[in-house]
């Protein structure tokens, strides 16, 4: 691949680079020959072409390091699972007012930012209401800026659909009512954010819903059925009540606490039937096309998980 050409101080700086999304970032970013200042709240081993700062989104003193000399800032960092409301808007609303105001301070001009589907339908989850406050504070900003929406996230590291490839073993994938998603591979989610990097005028103020390309998404029981066989198991996809699903996540919490993976708020984002992508939100093809096929990348994943121990 051809190296990204960066003017001079297009520093990237990172948020949220240790996360599975941010890994895939600084993967792609070396591949391109992008020099990276990343954000981290623990101690990370050398990486060449990182450059690690120690903080949080709270911690002006590190946004302030984190930003200085950069051109570029690629706001990945966010909180997908929370207790309550108060956990979501700490890292999901002020955390994105700090990076934002950092920016503005620091003279950084170009913002990209990492949303969610989940802000076209805010009143269904305190997720979703976050994501959507952060959302506009970044586009009330006289920031240049992008917003991307990715919908649901997979590949290797993921832990959020980590766990239905742990139900296929079982046989039996439980589903929401009904419905239909769209997917993206975390490779293809990280091509696209540093193709973002340079700016221009058919992607500034704009905001994209990026997918693996498969028009109309996935219905929900053929997506269980392509993870079983990634798996290499028949699956029995089984579509639940809403009301058996509320019950499951007071279980949930029950069992692993603040932990739980299956919440309350979760479980009304994922029992509404359309988590698809807009066709008119789609990146500009001539920046960005989808590579991995999902049917592929599923049994990449799942080969992954086995070689880590995870499985």
Known sequence: MMALRQRPGELLAVTGATGFVGQAVLEQAARSGVEVRALTRREQPAREGVEWVRGDLNDGPALKRLLSGAGVVLHIAGVVN???????????????????????????????????????????????????????????????????????????????????????KTGIIPLPPGGRASVIHVSDLARLLIALIPGGEDVTSQTFEPDDGTPGGWDQVALARAIGMAMGRRVWPLPLPRWLLEWAAKLDRLIRGDKAKLTADRVSYMSHPDWTVSESARPPASLWEPQVETAIGLHATAAWYKEEGWL
Do not use: C
């Open 82 to 168: 929370a207790p309550d409301m108060a956990g979501f808007h700490e890292g999901n609303v002020t955390g994105t007012l700090n990076v934002v105001n950092a920016a503005l301070a620091g003279g950084v001009e170009r913002f990209i930012h990492v949303s969610s589907l989940s802000v076209r339908e805010p009143q269904l989850s305190d997720y979703g209401t976050s994501k959507r406050k952060g959302e506009m504070i970044v586009k009330a900003s006289s920031l240049d800026w992008t917003v991307v929406r990715p919908p649901a996230i997979y590949g290797p590291r993921d832990t959020e659909m980590f766990e239905l490839f742990k139900l296929a």
